[in-house]
């Protein structure tokens, strides 16, 4: 089992660099706008590669060491090693301590797009939410005041999953402080955000779309469930 979280994220990109496809690359480069370069891994192949790499070498601990693993590999160029960062933090989600959350919040806007984005929103920050509420008013209400994009994104779409659990004041709220935004990422994450919990309470999304004044895609995504 590995500790030195230097040795591990070296290994670690060199087990993944044995496995590009230049080939393959070029078409995901293109798919993320060349936004970041590719190994050329799609993403059932890097997975289970990532797994295989940590039945063999164990995960980083939790705490400094863990979060210097996850930052060198952040610092990588090739998108596949963000991927695995996030693959990571997913076995170590439930040890994470609430200090994880300013890790969380860098790497939000560290090489943002949708694709980790939204990883880190619904699934990570998520969960490591419902393990500590407290931290919910202190960084969402930061985000969502923030002209970061992608941490308002992620205020809108952290309750993505929680259905019954949702605070739907505090999500009504965000949507109506971000509905005027031109942004498109926004205006999905409404849209999304909004589906989701109509799978829970149809009658709650139709009326709060009806009374706020929304984009015609939020409104289109929203309502894309419940009008099926």
């Known amino acids: 089992m590995l500790r030195l979280s230097l040795s591990y994220s070296n290994l670690l990109e060199s087990h993944?660099?044995?496995?590009?496809?230049?080939?393959?690359?070029?078409?995901?480069?293109?798919?993320?706008?060349?936004?970041?370069?590719?190994?050329?891994?799609?993403?059932?192949?890097?997975?289970?590669?990532?797994?295989?790499?940590?039945?063999?070498?164990?995960?980083?601990?939790?705490?400094?060491?863990?979060?210097?693993?996850?930052?060198?590999?952040?610092?990588?160029?090739?998108?596949?090693?963000?991927?695995?960062?996030?693959?990571?933090?997913?076995?170590?989600?439930?040890?994470?301590?609430?200090?994880?959350?300013?890790?969380?919040?860098?790497?939000?806007?560290?090489?943002?797009w949708w694709d980790t984005v939204d990883t880190l929103a619904s699934r990570l920050i998520g969960s490591h939410f419902t393990k500590y509420p407290d931290l919910i008013p202190i960084y969402t209400e930061r985000w969502i005041e923030s002209d970061n994009m992608w941490l308002q994104r992620s205020a809108l779409l952290f309750q993505l999953s929680y259905k019954s659990r949702t605070d739907t004041t505090l999500l009504f709220d965000y949507i109506r402080r971000t509905a005027h935004s031109q942004e498109f990422f926004l205006r999905k994450a409404i849209g999304w955000t909004l589906r989701e919990y109509s799978k829970t309470d149809e009658s709650a999304v139709r009326q709060f779309v009806a009374e706020t004044a929304l984009s015609p895609l939020s409104v289109r995504e929203a309502l894309k469930h419940a009008d099926r």
């Open 16 to 112: 993944l660099r044995a496995h590009a496809n230049l080939d393959k690359a070029s078409p995901m480069e293109a798919y993320m706008r060349h936004l970041f370069p590719f190994l050329g891994i799609k993403s059932p192949e890097r997975v289970a590669l990532v797994k295989g790499f940590i039945q063999e070498h164990g995960v980083p601990p939790q705490g400094e060491v863990l979060a210097t693993t996850i930052r060198e590999l952040w610092k990588l160029p090739e998108r596949e090693f963000h991927y695995a960062a996030l693959q990571l933090l997913e076995k170590q989600l439930k040890k994470l301590e609430p200090t994880a959350i300013d890790l969380l919040e860098e790497l939000v806007i560290t090489h943002s």
